[in-house]
């Protein structure tokens, strides 16, 4: 007998010798260095498909069954030589779309129903759990058994004195840091299937080692076994098939055709078979590497369960013959060995079943809810926290299965109950690859009717034989009703529980998704994705009906939207991966090479989020962003069907051209800013039909306020918005792009500052803005969904682009009119005074007065539209941005030869700013001191803290300074001592200033110098 110490330290040991391998494998994919990039070791990490099962539970099997227990290994054997036909193809969909479930791979196939998926990853879950049990029962009971060579009775072992809850925990752990350590879209996890393949060498080695000793060293070969157990009153008829109703041929068929369905579809396997490949032709290999693997590790399971009955190990304790064989004839480091073997078997499937369930959870339950209940930005950034959660709620509910029903069962009944609920999935993954007409409704019905007979004439049994439910519904039927009875149900005797209940819940499920499918018609993303599973390999998968999108994010956009969902790192390699398989530069693609992009990005993202809540994502992102797609116009395919459409589409463009002509006309006739808004807004009700408009622009304080609109209730003009990227109005102005939304309630939740009516079924938003600044929102909504079309947003992009060269003119123009008007208005003012009252002349001079106030309102109504950008905030040192002004400065200052000391102070409180618009102003206050510097002369720039509460800047000069005269003035908007100029210059850095809530000043002495000083608040903003 070991002691309790060694066994732990072996276990321990050999767990963390595995941590290792695994952080060696890890390290090796990021040096760009494969280690399981080879077809051997590939098979070895599909024999994860070997648990406790084969190496307890065979043996099990084989001493109270027979040699029916080969059918779990035959199955998979016969199934191989299909492989490259099956497997193959859904290998290659897999990789094409960057699948990494099998619940993902059907919820694509069937039209991106997130429904199917969580219905598939449900019952997956339902069936998976005991079978984790199952593992986590085999390490308790078989290090029970080498400590103290009897089993614990488990209702009696307390949690924290139980080895199953410890290694649960390891296998959290080592779960969570090579499975979830990063968010990865391709969910490949390379050290982890090292340590796989080693397991499965382990556990080869381990159970060859115990089948030698057994038949020449406890016996005299295999004929002394075989002949003695032959012999045997007892055990004769064990060798045999059909000798009794555990062992029929019957029984044999169904447990090989679920066998040869689990060896691709249980969650380890398909993660393994599928998403771990990194060659197609590792296929070729695996299908005669891996059931010669079978073949060498069920070689010995006769002869070691034969060899135990016939020492006169109990018959009902046979899944520990393994352990007990070499433990009770003096070989206890054997015993040992055997162990790590079967710690192997049940270890390495935990942990890759628990990777791939919680990736499942994840992806078809979690992220279509948080999508349903508008979660989903609150839940991206915590994507991986979810996952790994997912890992330990999955291991700790196949524990807690153990704790409770895995007492009543052997190992092998366990193993059957996931076998046969998995292959309830068989009938939709077969359709989705070869039956074109398959379809959503058909899979959902199929699966649903399947999983509720498999839950009832399988589950159910054991759940009542270990007293959960009474005992009537197995002896009486439930209710009563005797043709209910789970295991004979409708009167079906004569067949055991297992193949009674794959009859009822595969002959349901088929007949249910075919009917179901030839009975209801697929939409039309199921029709495509049809064509791209069922003939992936004969070209018809890159044969698409040709689409584009009206506008497109450009790819810097698309990978920070993608690095939300992964995280940058991965973001910045899928985009290099892009760009390497696309060789024309951004700016050169055309529909096709953006209809690519678009496909790659709802790819990459489907890998972490799945297939289902990637397309909503995605269709959610591109709509917010005015994106839309269409289909391309066919010239020459469709000239007769579309000629009247064309027709159309030229009297819309012919009205278009007249109201940009019109428009321009209006543009150029006026200065008078509410005519020229008006005008716009006249022509786009009468000539376009657009039921309503708007034109937004910036007040000083930074906010978008209606100036004019049309059709909009009075109360819309005090709806005012300071904007940010989060709302589409916001983003229309910053970045500034046009967006058309064909549909408002896709984005209801992106309407700020608009009207509660105003966006109708569709709108779109066009940027007011010249080349360098952005002033304003132009808006139009129609009642019609879809209503402003691709030509449309061309159309509204030009016409707003003239509005802004309108305002930007006008301002100009209120410049150069500005200083005249009110030396006008002053004399004429004091001419009033000095003239006679009531004289002729008088009354010419109060004409004047108020033709010059009437002209003032006018100027007034253009200053109102600023020129400043919305502060776009975010956390800098202000240190930081003075470098950088004063390097943009740096040819200046050397070709004026200034003397330049900069004394910046450590330890600023950092600042929360608009990093541009704050350099902007600081740039124009350095080259203000500039321009007043003779050559040679000094400028010293200052940080400090003050003890108020305030970050200041000082910019000190000592050039001709500023006469007291006009000091007072020179923050007033267009106020230029200058022979040219606008005069916005400071106006616009005390508007900067104040935006950020700070205080600037300028304190100048003629002939010494002048001091700008900039304050910004740290309370505030830091």
Same mark, same amino acid.
């Given at each position: ?52 099962? &084969? ?45 990494? &479930? ?59 004195? %139980? ?53 020449? !060293? ?131 499937? !935990? ?119 009474? &005992? ?84 810097? $956009? ?190 209801? %939740? ?21 080349? &360098? ?68 002349? $008088? ?37 930081? !941005? ?14 004026? $030869? ?101 205080? !600037? ?22």
């Amino acid at each position: 007998m070991l002691s309790q110490s060694t066994v732990a330290l072996a276990a321990f040991g050999y767990l963390l010798f595995l941590f290792a391998l695994a952080f060696y494998g890890d390290r090796r994919r990021s040096q760009g260095r494969s280690l399981i990039a080879n077809p051997y070791i590939y098979t070895l990490s599909l024999a994860v498909y070997c648990t406790s099962w &084969t190496f307890y539970g065979s043996v099990g099997k084989a001493a109270t069954q027979g040699m029916v227990f080969l059918s779990t290994y035959l199955g998979p054997t016969l199934g191989a030589f299909a492989w490259w036909f099956v497997a193959r193809k859904i290998l290659r969909v897999c990789k094409e779309n960057n699948l990494t &479930t099998l619940s993902d791979f059907l919820a694509l196939r069937f039209g991106k129903s997130s429904f199917l998926g969580g219905l598939a990853t449900v019952g997956v879950l339902l069936a998976i759990i005991p079978y984790i049990g199952l593992q986590l029962k085999s390490v308790s009971d078989t290090f029970t058994i080498l400590v103290h060579r009897n089993v614990a009775v488990l209702g009696r072992a307390n949690i924290f004195q %139980d080895t199953a809850f410890y290694v649960a925990l390891i296998l959290v752990i080592f779960g969570i840091l090579f499975g979830a350590r990063h968010l990865d879209p391709t969910e490949r996890h390379e050290g982890m299937v090292a340590a796989v393949a080693f397991e499965s060498l382990v556990k080869l080695l381990a159970f060859l080692s115990i089948g030698v000793l057994v038949s020449w !060293v406890l016996f005299s070969g295999w004929g002394d076994l075989f002949g003695r157990i032959s012999r045997h009153q007892d055990f004769s008829r064990l060798p045999y098939l059909n000798t009794n109703p555990l062992n029929t041929f019957m029984l044999f068929l169904v447990e090989s055709l679920l066998a040869m369905g689990a060896i691709i579809l249980l969650p380890r396997q398909f993660h393994m078979t599928v998403v771990e490949n990194t060659e197609e032709r590792h296929l070729l290999t695996a299908m005669w590497l891996l059931p010669l693997y079978f073949f060498l590790i069920n070689l010995f399971v006769a002869p070691i369960a034969f060899g135990g009955l016939l020492l006169g190990l109990p018959q009902m304790q046979a899944d520990t013959f393994v352990l007990r064989l070499p433990l009770e004839h003096g070989y206890p480091f054997l015993a040992l060995l055997a162990f790590l073997g079967g710690l192997s078997a049940s270890t390495a499937m !935990v942990a890759v079943a628990s990777i791939t369930v919680s990736t499942m959870l994840l992806n078809t339950l979690i992220m279509p809810l948080a999508l349903r209940l508008r979660l989903a930005d609150h839940l991206s950034p915590h994507l991986l926290l979810i996952k790994r959660l997912g890992i330990l709620i999955v291991i700790l509910l196949g524990y807690a299965s153990y704790r409770l029903i895995g007492v009543s069962m052997m190992l092998v009944d366990m193993g059957h109950i996931a076998f046969c609920g998995v292959v309830q999935l068989a009938p939709a993954v077969l359709g989705a690859l070869y039956w074109r007409e398959a379809n959503k409704n058909g899979a959902l019905a199929g699966i649903s009717i399947g999983f509720a007979l498999w839950a009832y004439t399988l589950v159910l049994p054991p759940m009542v034989e270990s007293g959960w439910l009474p &005992t009537s519904i197995l002896t009486s039927g439930p209710w009563g009703f005797p043709w209910l009875k789970p295991t004979s149900l409708f009167g079906l005797i004569g067949l055991d529980n297992l193949s009674h209940a794959f009859f009822w819940s595969m002959t349901g499920n088929i007949l249910v998704f075919v009917c179901v499918s030839l009975l209801t018609r697929p939409d039309s993303e199921e029709e495509e994705q049809s064509g791209r599973f069922v003939d992936i390999f004969i070209g018809e998968a890159g044969r698409r009906r040709e689409k584009r999108f009206t506008y497109l994010p450009s790819l810097d $956009q698309l990978t920070q939207f993608m690095a939300k969902f992964i995280n940058p790192q991965k973001a910045a390699e899928a985009r290099q991966q892009f760009l390497d398989e696309n060789k024309n530069r951004e700016e050169e693609w055309g529909d096709q090479e953006k209809m690519q992009l678009a496909e790659f990005v709802e790819r990459t993202i489907a890998g972490s989020i799945g297939p289902a809540a990637a397309r909503i994502i995605m269709d959610g992102y591109l709509s917010s962003v005015g994106s839309r797609m269409e289909e391309v116009f066919d010239l020459f395919g469709r000239v007769t069907s579309s000629l009247e459409e064309s027709q159309e589409q030229l009297k819309r463009r012919v009205a278009e051209l007249s109201v940009l002509y019109e428009a321009a006309r209006k543009l150029t006739s006026s200065l008078y800013m509410p005519e020229l808004m008006e005008g716009v807004l006249d022509l786009l009700v009468n000539r376009l039909g657009v039921e309503r408009c708007a034109v937004r622009l910036l007040d000083g304080d930074g906010f978008l306020r209606i100036k004019s609109s049309r059709n909009l209730s009075p109360m819309a003009m005090e709806i005012s918005i300071k904007p940010d990227m989060r709302p589409l109005l916001g983003q229309c102005l910053l970045t500034p792009q046009v967006i058309s939304v064909a549909d408002s309630s896709i984005v209801w %939740d992106r309407l700020q500052g608009l009207y509660e009516e105003e966006p109708m079924a569709s709108f779109v938003m066009a940027p007011i803005a010249t080349e &360098t600044v952005s002033l304003g929102v132009l808006t139009a909504a129609s009642n019609q969904k879809g209503f402003f079309a691709k030509e449309h947003v061309e159309f509204f992009q030009s016409l707003a682009g003239q509005l802004g060269l309108a305002v930007r003119s006008a301002q100009m123009v209120a410049h150069h009119i500005r200083n005249p008007l009110v030396a006008i208005g002053g004399f004429a003012h004091r001419l009033a005074k000095k003239l006679p009252p009531g004289s002729i002349t $008088q009354k010419y001079a109060e004409i004047i007065i108020k033709e010059a106030e009437r002209l003032e309102k006018m100027v007034g109504d253009i200053v109102e539209t600023t020129v400043v950008a919305i502060p776009r905030e975010e956390e800098s040192d202000i240190n930081q !941005v003075v470098r950088g002004a004063l390097g943009i400065m740096k040819e200046a200052f050397e070709k004026k $030869q200034i003397k330049l000391r900069v004394n910046l102070a450590d330890g600023l409180s950092p600042l929360t700013m608009d990093v541009g618009n704050l350099k902007r102003a600081l740039l124009q206050l350095i080259a203000n001191a500039l321009e007043a510097l003779p050559s040679g002369g000094s400028l010293e720039v200052v940080t400090a803290q003050s003890p108020d509460g305030y970050v200041q800047i000082q910019i000190i000069d000592n050039g001709k300074g500023i006469p007291a005269a006009i000091l007072p003035h020179i923050f007033d908007a267009f106020f230029s001592t200058k022979p040219a100029g606008p005069g916005l210059g400071l106006p616009i850095v005390h508007k900067i200033i104040l935006q950020h809530g700070g205080q !600037v000043s300028i304190a100048s002495e003629e002939n010494v110098g002048t001091t700008a000083t900039v304050k910004l608040p740290i309370a505030k903003y830091a």
